[in-house]
Structure formats: C-alpha cells, structure tokens
C-alpha cells in the first residue's frame, strides 16, 4: 500500500536522514519527500511529507512506532489515492461476455480503476482466463469492486477467483 | 480401555494396526491397555470380551474382506446389537460418510452414546447433518464425544483450536482441507496439464477416488467447514448454508496467469460468523495456505495469537490413526486416567 505521512521534524542537521532509517529498515519504498519549510511551526518544527509504499500495515505500525520512539511527531497519516490492488482472476467465455462492458462497469464506479488486464486464449470454443487488477482509493472501494464484479461474473457466468485476503 | 470398533476399512485398519504397533507405547507412556472387544464391519462381527488378537483379525479381515472370518465371527448386519449389548467403554464410528443422512453412522453414534459409550468418529456424515443434536446429547448421556479425524485427517486442527488455543476467540478459519483437489491442482501448476488430465493420473495413483465428484466440487471441503464452524464457531450450520464452488473450470492458464502477479490458485474453504464458503482462491507464493501435493494446511484468524497456522497430511489410514489414537488419549485424560 502508499501510505503518506506528515512528521515534524527539528530544524537541525541529519534529522530527515535520522527520520528515514526505519522506512528503511522495515522495507518502505519512497516515492517522495517533500519539506515545507514554508509551514514551520511556532515551535521551529519543519513539517516533511513523506510517500512511500509499504507490505502492509504490521510494517507501516513498526515504522511509525520506531519514529515515535525517536522523538518523531506524526501529524498526518494517511492511505494514498490508488493506494489497494486487488487482483482477481476470470475463467470462461472472456471475450463473447464482452470484457469492456465489464471493464467500463468497474471503471464507472468512483474511485476505482481496472488498472491491467492480462488475457489467456483457450482453445477455439474453449473458455478463456483473464487476470485483472483493480486499483482503488482505499479499501471499501476495493470491496465494492470485487462485489460488483463477482455480481458480473454470475450473470456472465464466469468463474471468479479473487484473493485470499478479499471479502 | 475396552473399544469397539464399527467399520473395519481403511482407517479401521489403519487404527488396528497403530494398537498394534503402540501397544506398549501406550501402556508405558499413557497408562493405558487398549482392548479391542468386538470389531463389526457392514458383512458381520466379532466379539471376545477377553479381547481379541488384532494381528489375527487384521490378517483374516485382508484375507476374507469381512472380520467376521475371525475365530467366532458372525455374519449379518450386527452393527447396533453389538454397540447395544457388548460391554465396552468408546465406540469408534469408523464406516463411510453419507453426507445427505449421515447414516450407518448417524443411528451408531447416538446408540452408542444412549448405551453410556464414549464416541470416537472421523466419519463427517452424522457431524454434517446432526451436529448440536450429538453434541448435546453426549452431555445428556455423559459420554466423551471426539471426531478430530473428521477434519485435516492428522493435522490437529479442532484439538489445537479447542485446547492450546481456548483462551482466543476465533476469528475466522481458512484451510486447504482436501488432499485430492490441492494434489490435482499442484500438478496444474507444475505440469501446465489440464485438469481432466491431471485427475486420471491421480485416479491412476489412488490420490483421487473412481467417483470424484464430493472432491473436485468442492463437497467434502464444504462438509469440513461445516464441522469446524459448528465444532469451534460455535454456529448451528449445515451443508446448505456453504456457498461452494469447485475447481473443475480452473484452468492450466489460470493458474499460469496467476503465478505471473506471484499467486498461486488453492482451493480454500472460510468459516467465520455469517459467512461460510468454499471456492478456488488466489493464494500468494510463499503464504502458509500455499502447500503442495496431498498436504492439508489451516490458519486460524484469532484476537490475541492474531494467526496461527498448521500444516500436514489430511489424508491416509496410518496418518489418520494419528487423530483416532489421540482421541482416545484425550478421553482417557478428561476421565481422570
């Protein structure tokens, strides 16, 4: 998941690289920081804006429980835009279901999109698999989508395999 | 420890032969002498309240396909005289699953239990169709009722979630609980061989029975799940209640898609309050559900231990004897032995 985070950092050498360490050391991938010396706080605090992406959220809680320990104050904290992929497989007559009806059905709800599609032919007359992955704003649109499209599937009659972890 | 023994195929043999084998394992380690006084299976009986030689009886039952070619065997449908009338203290239901009446083994148990006897079963059928009935007419009659083998076949699935993890809610149980479907779809998978292929060669080796259908669709997983919700959920579900779906339509394809995003495809069944259900689902490469070949695996969902998981063969008559045996020790230990 993307996860952004708002720290408030003093305003001394090495505190950001300090601040960093157990992004780090529990796995985070950055994708942006951003200071805002612009917005110190009365107290001289520079509030840094920090995306990365993250396993999951036993990580996430490591790494905001190690910035706690050094002193680190989090403001804001928050799952990005995008930030749940769910992946679903469909087996059976893909494309005489017309898969962009299916796709567009997905796209029309808010805050979700069918963001790759991976499609294996079976033989001629032979059912035919495609793998799906939804990406949503957060895990309720995540939800939603993977019950609106197990809906599209029954009357496609389509089997659907989603994840482990979905509802 | 005086037994009878009702159903005498594999997982009675398979029982006979670990009586056998433990018998002084059993005595030193656990105080108890196990004496085997009557065996019936569905041709004839035989009783000896002395005892009877279970070498012999395993021989003569290979040889003549009925214990009743033992020293004094009788043949007929004998089944509930013998519960009813030979002095014993556990019944084992060990006869086939029927999952629609639960029967022979259904009438068994509850005779058994009403004759004061305490009940040892693997068989699903009476657990499917009467589970809260049994349940509660073993503490009607007073009687120790256990089925461990009924589920994960030696993987100790309800005893670790009744005992180790009592002090834990459970949340939900997911499991890989068929040995024959996780073995036709691992070969899937390794063989990118369609499934009907891969289904005779599993007939060929006995991993997959002549009539696969309670497998493959998904059936006798489903009747696990129903076990284990009523067993550690506390629910009073039946077969109906599962929302089942099968692995006949996945595909070598699917399973080839699936293993490019790093996910592999099992057939899991999930038991939590409000929702049970058994179907093929995405399962990451590496995740403790992701076995291979016949194994079984199950993780318990829980508040405090958060997740627990164990693997092993669910399937087998000596693996098996693991829970049957088990079963009797537990019983042995609850009456204070």
């Not at chain 1, 957060?138 to 993977?146: C, F, G, S, V, Y």
């Not at chain 2, 033992?70 to 004998?78: D, I, S, V």
């Not at chain 2, 699903?124 to 007073?142: H, T």
């Amino acid at each position: 998941m993307l996860v952004k985070v708002v720290m408030e950092l003093e305003d001394v050498p090495g505190q950001l690289l300090k601040a960093l360490e157990p992004i780090s050391r529990f796995g985070g991938n950055l994708q942006s920081i951003m200071h805002q010396r612009e917005r110190k706080t009365p107290l001289g605090r520079v509030p840094v804006m920090l995306i990365f992406e993250i396993g999951d959220r036993t990580r996430l809680n490591r790494i905001l429980a190690a910035l706690r320990a050094m002193g680190v104050r989090v403001t804001q904290l928050g799952e990005r835009e995008g930030a749940v992929r769910t992946t679903a497989l469909l087996v059976g007559h893909i494309i005489h279901t017309d898969i962009r009806d299916t796709i567009d059905r997905l796209n029309a709800l808010k805050g979700v999109m069918v963001s790759d599609l991976s499609l294996a032919m079976g033989a001629p007359g032979k059912e035919s698999t495609a793998r799906m992955t939804i990406t949503a704003d957060d895990e309720k649109r995540a939800d939603l989508a993977i019950s609106n499209l197990q809906r599209i599937a029954d009357r496609k009659k389509l089997l659907m395999i989603t994840s482990l972890e979905a509802v | 420890m005086r037994i009878v023994l009702i159903g005498f195929g594999n997982l009675g043999r398979g029982l006979g032969r670990a009586l056998v084998q433990k018998a002084s394992f059993l005595h030193k380690t656990h105080g108890i002498v196990p004496r085997v006084v009557a065996a019936v299976d569905e041709f004839g009986a035989v009783v000896d309240e002395k005892g009877l030689n279970l070498a012999r009886l395993l021989e003569a039952a290979g040889r003549k396909r009925t214990v009743a070619a033992y020293g004094a065997g009788k043949r007929g449908k004998l089944a509930l005289k013998v519960i009813e009338d030979v002095e014993a203290d556990v019944v084992y239901e060990l006869t086939p699953t029927n999952i629609r009446t639960g029967e022979p083994g259904l009438t068994h148990i509850k005779r058994a239990m009403l004759a004061g006897k305490h009940v040892i079963t693997s068989n699903k059928g009476p657990l499917v169709v009467a589970f809260r009935e049994l349940d509660s007419l073993a503490k009607r009659c007073g009687v120790e009722f256990r089925y461990s083998a009924s589920v994960g076949g030696a993987v100790p699935v309800i005893g670790l979630a009744k005992k180790l993890l009592a002090g834990n809610e459970i949340q939900e149980i997911r499991g890989v609980l068929n040995g024959t479907t996780n073995y036709i779809l691992t070969r899937m998978s390794t063989e990118g061989a369609p499934f009907e292929v891969v289904l005779r060669e599993a007939q060929e080796l006995g991993v997959a029975e002549k009539d696969p259908t309670l497998d493959i669709e998904g059936i006798d997983t489903a009747c696990k799940i129903t076990i284990l919700a009523n067993s550690l959920l506390g629910m009073d579900a039946r077969l109906k209640d599962v929302k089942i779906s099968g692995i006949t339509r996945v595909r070598p394809e699917a399973i080839r898609l699936a293993q490019e995003a790093g996910q592999t495809i099992k057939l899991i069944g999930i038991a939590k309050r409000g929702s049970l259900e058994v179907g093929p689902k995405l399962v990451p490469l590496g995740h403790p559900l992701a076995v291979g070949g016949t194994l079984n695996a199950v993780t318990f969902e829980l508040d405090l231990a958060r997740e627990i998981s164990i693997t092993g063969f669910g399937a087998g008559p000596k693996e098996t004897s693991s829970s049957l045996l088990g079963d009797l020790i537990d019983i042995h230990r609850t009456l204070g032995g």
